[in-house]
């Protein structure tokens, strides 16, 4: 009997949505099964870690300080070799996704599975890189989608593990429930407003020290120009996300209160998103003191106020 083609659209539909759970989304264990082991934090993973941390501050130093030893360690092109960084580790945040394929790498004769895996990648997208830097074809484009599509990467994955700590604390308060614990699901989403807006206002002295008072004595012209970066940009952006934060706790209130089963789960629901959201607003501060940092405005005032030319 032949399907519809409706149902083989349906069969299609799922087929694929079912592929992008299992590489995006993945499934929160609190209690009975185990997750699939990630390898995260154990010896096997520093051979990653160290390729990331040389090749960061070697990319960022030869920037300002170039010489001839940045051809050297990125084979005679720093543009295509950092190129092919960023997408080395784009295939690999999605290969390492796939449970099968990580276990694969990590378990047996892992250093010579890892060596063998990173430099195909490596090699294979130099040579792409170098082709199409050879042929003069504009790059940028390509280089802001590809950010965007690892910051859409990193802020999945970011968002994933928040929400597993989260569940794993709520689980831990439901276990051992008191009206003590119930307290604390109910105040918590205030108290953890509260410290976000504390943190919002000690960014901003922050700000506002490293921009005068540390680039200010030695750098004046700099630093004021770092000074109206992180005003006319960073920190409306801080409170633009303390807004949106406070509007999302609001829904989440609304929402908990006419679908939870119990004003229980609804409490502890709130305290859960709750603490999801204070993860995220520490990964957005991170994400924009590294915008900061690696500012060329930034950069010139530091360059000014240590003397470097």
């Given at each position: 009997m032949k399907m519809k083609p409706k149902e083989n659209l349906t069969k299609i539909k799922d087929s694929l949505l079912q592929s992008i759970r299992k590489v995006?989304?993945?499934?929160?264990?609190?209690?009975?099964?185990?997750?699939?082991?990630?390898?995260?934090?154990e010896r096997k993973f520093f051979g990653l870690y160290g390729i990331f941390l040389i090749y960061s501050f070697l990319v960022l130093i030869g920037i300002n300080f170039p010489g001839p030893y940045l051809d050297v360690l990125t084979f005679g092109n720093p543009f295509v070799f950092g190129n092919a960084l960023v997408a080395f580790f784009l295939v690999l945040s999605i290969l390492y996704s796939v449970d099968?394929?990580?276990?694969?790498?990590?378990?047996?004769?892992?250093?010579?599975?890892q060596i063998i895996l990173y430099v195909v990648i490596i090699s294979s997208f130099f040579i792409l890189f170098s082709y199409v830097y050879d042929i003069n074809t504009n790059l940028i484009s390509y280089l802001l989608g590809l950010s965007t599509f690892w910051l859409v990467l990193l802020s999945i994955r970011f968002y994933m593990y928040s929400r597993k700590f989260a569940t794993k604390i709520e689980?831990?308060?439901?276990t051992k429930y008191s009206s003590f614990c119930r307290f604390?699901?109910?105040?918590?989403?205030?108290?953890?407003?509260?410290?976000?807006?504390?943190?919002?206002?000690?960014?901003?002295?922050?700000?506002?020290?490293i921009s005068l008072d540390?680039?200010?004595?030695?750098?004046?012209?700099?630093?004021?120009?770092?000074?109206?970066?992180?005003?006319?940009?960073?920190m409306p952006l801080i409170y633009f996300s303390l807004i949106l934060t406070l509007l999302f706790i609001i829904f989440e209130f609304v929402f908990t209160r006419r679908r939870a089963e119990t004003k229980r789960a609804g409490?502890?629901?709130?305290?859960?998103?709750?603490l999801i959201v204070l993860f995220i607003f520490f990964f957005q501060v991170f994400q924009l003191t590294l915008f900061l940092i690696l500012n060329p405005v930034t950069i010139t005032a530091l360059k000014a106020t240590v003397g470097a030319n």
């Open positions: 995006f989304i993945q499934e929160l264990y609190v209690e009975g099964e185990d997750p699939p082991k990630s390898y995260f934090g099968k394929i990580r276990i694969f790498f990590f378990e047996k004769h892992t250093a010579i599975k689980a831990k308060f439901i604390i699901a109910f105040i918590a989403p205030y108290f953890i407003l509260g410290v976000l807006v504390v943190m919002a206002l000690f960014y901003r002295s922050l700000l506002v020290y540390f680039f200010g004595p030695f750098a004046p012209s700099e630093a004021v120009g770092v000074y109206e970066l992180e005003m006319r940009l960073i409490l502890f629901d709130n305290y859960t998103f709750s």
